[in-house]
């Protein structure tokens, strides 16, 4: 039976702390951090989300390789399906852009959705490639 600790190995959940601070630091740079308010919440939900779809996809894409060379991930080991894994990519692909298109509107859709599309891209073909 598939654990939550077995799920947030998966996604590696500790990791996606410091995505707020990428948000953050790009308002600030920006000069829109004050002007944020609330959906900063909301847009640092959403790139944690996108982080971690990124983290799901990649070990089902990888789930082959990593039975020959690291059998105790999530996948190989057998505590978490594939297609569990790729449900959650899935999931938290479309929870990311949502929160992003609630707390932002179009215009964090507009940087959302070729975020997710390069995220499964590089997950699923360009990853050992020269554009990955």
């Known amino acids: 039976m598939t654990t939550l600790s077995d799920l947030a190995?998966?996604?590696?959940?500790?990791?996606?702390?410091?995505?707020?601070?990428?948000?953050?630091?790009?308002a600030a740079v920006a000069g829109t951090l004050g002007a944020l308010g609330a959906r900063a919440c909301g847009l640092c939900a959403a790139s944690v989300c996108l982080y971690w779809a990124g983290m799901a996809a990649n070990d089902w894409a990888d789930r082959e390789l990593d039975a020959r060379e690291r059998p105790g991930r999530p996948i190989p080991s057998g505590r978490v399906p594939a297609s569990t894994a790729l449900g959650m990519a899935a999931g938290l692909t479309a929870g990311g852009l949502a929160l992003a298109g609630l707390a932002g509107g179009w215009r964090a859709l507009g940087v959302a959705v070729p975020l997710a599309g390069a995220v499964w891209s590089y997950d699923l073909w360009l990853k050992g490639t020269a554009a990955g």
Request: hydrophobic share 55%.
């Open 9 to 26: 190995e998966l996604v590696r959940a500790p990791a996606a702390l410091s995505v707020p601070g990428d948000v953050l630091a790009g």
